[in-house]
């Protein structure tokens, strides 16, 4: 009887913390119209998902045409893992307190209104494994918190308005295999040689950075996993390293609109998967 007293305590006040976000937000497509505390769950809401003990585990609510702020009440939700709220039109800062989102492993925020710097307590959620941040209006920094990350595999943040530079401390996400920071005006940095430390990486998407200097010789160390690297329009120097050419793995290569020097090293013809270059 206590258990089940303790579920529905735990129901109701998932419930009400659903029916907090739907009076935060506007809603003019109705998306959440079904979101309603007369429900004995929330479990059967649109975009809401709960596991076997009719905890909120997930909330998809991408698309639905939502604005507002950024709904804070969902980290009240202690059993949440995905919130995706993608292509809608939130128009607030991300606030430092969603590190009370503490059992998030994937956070989607893409194409959005966000404005503001981005929050350095997020490296604060142990179990994050991918945050898209796509299209928003970020900008400032990238905290160097964010080396702190343990679990972190996917890093999103292109076409926002960054205007630091690209930290260092990234390349101490072991566990990243797509770090994706394109078309952000950052002020000129060199790309940091600690990227070489990143052996899981697949994906590097580095384009229109305003990276200067050559690209370092660490890079080596990137795993043979890596199938697209690109550092297209910058302004990198110096002859193209032949480091490059001994990631066998590589599908897409992208060095255009760059001020390299010299002739193609030796060895680029053993990439023989290149579909892209």
Known sequence: MLAKHASRTHILASGSQNEKVKDSLSDPAGSLSNWSDRDATPCHWTGIACDSRNSVVSVILS????????????????????????????????????????????????????????????????????????????????????????????????????????????????????????????????????????????????????????????????????WNFDVSANRLTGPIPSLIFQLKGLIQIELYKNLFTGKLPVGWSNLTEVATF
């Open 63 to 226: 698309g639905a045409s939502l604005s507002g702020p950024f709904p804070i009440f969902l980290c009240r939700l202690h059993s949440l893992s995905t919130l995706n709220l993608s292509n809608n039109s939130i128009n607030s800062s991300l606030p430092l307190s969603i590190s009370s989102c503490r059992n998030l492993t994937s956070l989607d925020l893409s194409e959005n209104l966000f404005v503001g710097t981005l929050p350095h307590t997020l490296a604060d959620i142990q179990y994050l494994r991918h945050i898209n941040f796509e299209a928003n209006n970020f900008s400032g920094d990238i905290p160097e918190s964010f080396g702190n990350f343990r679990q972190l595999e996917t890093l999103r943040i292109t076409e926002n308005l960054l205007n630091g530079t690209v930290p260092a401390a990234l390349g101490r996400i072991k566990t990243l295999k797509s770090l994706e920071l394109a078309y952000n005006p950052f002020s000129p940095g060199r790309l940091p040689m600690e990227l070489g430390n990143l052996t899981n990486l697949e994906v590097l998407w580095l384009s229109d950075c305003n990276l200067v200097g050559p690209i370092p010789d660490s890079l080596v160390g990137l795993s043979s996993r890596l």
